[in-house]
């Protein structure tokens, strides 16, 4: 069992709005998340790009760009919110509960800066601050000016690879009018599945699936 959790602070889940940051838009379209993910993903831009600019004072804008496209995307959020130890209080409809992972990938994406936004606005920026440093701290202490910014088929390749495993096949398949790909991919008896309208990305989203599965073995 995976034991890389983060451990919330107990003050976070006594706050009216946090606990309004796991409600999806599913339950209810009245109080839902939506305008905290809102403002969420921009406290967590600009912290995230206060803390590059400050530490790497080398790089260039392209540079400082592709390194927080490295930590802020949806693939890596929805990995951080699944190792929540409050995970377990999102609240969605039991239709979009049975989604596949692929579309939950955002909603996990979303609850996530959804918390942002509610520490922002129950606490202040400082303490968003700290609590945005805390989900992020491995992503920060494995950044500097050389790293090679590896994408997911990357990545799982390397991890299977350390376990001695082959890297899997993607199989991808284009509508009609070839401006949308399914990717699939069968491993360890389970099959993994994505579409976007980029080849390339719809193999990225799962590669990071089976990353999100191997985290969680």
Known sequence: ???????????????????????????SSNKNNERLEFLGDAVLEIIVSEYLFHRFEG??????????ASIVNTQSLARIFMQLDCKDLLQTSKGTNKLDETHKLSIYAGTLEACIGAIFLELGFEESKRFIFHLFEINFTNLNESSELKDAKSRLQEALQAKGVQPPKYSVASNKEGNSFDCSVRFNGETFHASDSIKKEAEQKVAELILLKLDKS
Do not use: C, W
Not at 7 to 26: G, R
Not at 59 to 68: F, N, P, V
């Open 59 to 68: 790089l260039d804008e392209g540079k400082l760009t592709q390194m927080r």
């Open 1 to 27: 069992m995976n034991q890389n959790f983060l451990k919330i602070k107990q003050s976070y889940l006594d706050l009216p709005l946090f606990k309004e940051a796991f409600i999806h838009k599913s339950v």
